[in-house]
């Protein structure tokens, strides 16, 4: 296997099957009506937002409104949520 920067398209391509192994059953559970695979999908989603707000640093990329907004969308505190409201009266 050659090393991610010199074969990115191949790297990008292992990291999509990764994902799509991961969340295909999660899927075929929903199409049938299913939601409890939706914390799985949830917790899965947070973690490649994670994931990739790291690795865009790492490359160079700002990333802080997005990921402000992320952490809005998901209710964390110290991200001036309902949450953060609450807990500062």
Do not use: K
């Amino acid at each position: 296997m050659r090393a991610p920067h010199r074969d990115l398209p191949a790297t990008l391509l292992r990291i999509t099957r990764a994902i799509d192994t991961e969340t295909e059953a999660l899927y075929h559970r929903q199409d049938n009506g299913h939601t409890d695979a939706d914390p799985a999908l949830r917790a899965i989603a947070f973690r490649l937002l994670e994931l990739g707000f790291t690795i865009a640093e790492h490359g160079g990329m700002n990333c802080q409104a997005i990921e402000t907004a992320v952490a809005q969308t998901y209710d964390l505190p110290g991200y001036g949520g309902e949450s953060d409201e609450l807990t500062s009266c």
